[in-house]
């Protein structure tokens, strides 16, 4: 059973500015001006189209404006990441307004390890049972949707890699990418539009991502196999670009 959450307020950067000091005012002082260098910051980073992921609050199915994505909602900058369990459904605490992506973060298991106990006939110790640890929140998606973001942007660099480096004559898909595509694609737009293209999105914003990752999945890993032929390698790697080649041509198309 999952634990529900309780709605809480995390200051943990702010605890080097919260010593105890005679001077309440000076200490207020010093968080507020903290904030407005965090502010001025975040508004540089929006102006400049970095990519950027928040969790949603967890609090309950409201709407309203959160920070840091609140006061730039408008301006679809902020990727606001939404949890969800494995059938797709969003987590009971997690608000669906405003969220631009729902991914796994429902009973994600975060670390696995075996119990070990003594065996009466040996001094070793023999695994007893796997225990699961696991995590719940928007929190862990978000991790999620930052880690397939830069698995995007890496599979659109490894491929304009292989176009530049492989024979011409032998590679007839040389030079479908601009130098500057992988630059490109991490902006939030154009993020959007790869995310969007790794699969069918649901109503609640979940993407089917194995829809093409399980594809190109089996491609790579028969790249991997120490016997496998120069045919069978040559076709994985193709279709490995054909699939930095999709993000690219989604990632570019304008709506």
């Known amino acids: 059973m999952t634990p529900i959450p309780r709605p809480r307020t995390d200051v943990s950067f702010a605890r080097p500015f919260l010593r105890p000091t005679p ?23 929006v102006a400049d189209r970095v990519l950027m992921f928040c969790s949603a609050p967890d609090k309950g199915k409201f709407s309203g404006l959160d920070y840091p994505s609140g006061p730039w909602r408008d301006h679809g900058r902020f990727f606001r990441i939404g949890a969800a ?14 969220i631009t992506y729902v991914l796994p973060g429902v009973d994600v298991i975060r670390e696995q390890a075996a119990t070990r106990s003594f065996d009466a006939h040996s001094t070793q110790k023999i695994p007893n049972r796997m225990i699961e640890f696991r995590e719940t929140g928007s929190s862990v998606a978000t991790a999620l949707a930052a880690g397939l973001a830069a698995m ?9 890699l292989v176009d530049k480096t492989a024979n011409e004559s032998d590679n007839p898909l040389l030079g479908r990418f601009p130098d500057n595509a992988a630059h490109e694609i991490a902006h939030p737009d154009q993020m959007r ?16 991502v194995w829809q093409q990752l399980d594809e190109v999945t089996k491609h790579l890993e028969h790249l991997q196999l120490p016997r496998s032929a120069p045919e069978t390698k040559l076709q994985a790697t193709k279709a490995f670009v054909d699939f930095g080649q999709r993000l690219w041509s989604a990632a570019k198309q304008e709506h």
């Open 152 to 160: 995007i942007i890496y599979c659109v660099k490894a491929s304009i």
């Open 23 to 45: 001077h309440p005012v000076a200490a207020t002082f010093g968080l507020l001006t903290l904030a407005h260098a965090v502010h001025q910051v975040l508004e540089q980073a």
């Open 193 to 208: 539009r790869a995310f969007s293209s790794l699969g069918d999105v649901t109503q609640n914003k979940f993407v089917q």
């Open 85 to 98: 369990a494995s059938d797709g459904t969003v987590f009971g605490w997690t608000p669906e307004d405003g």
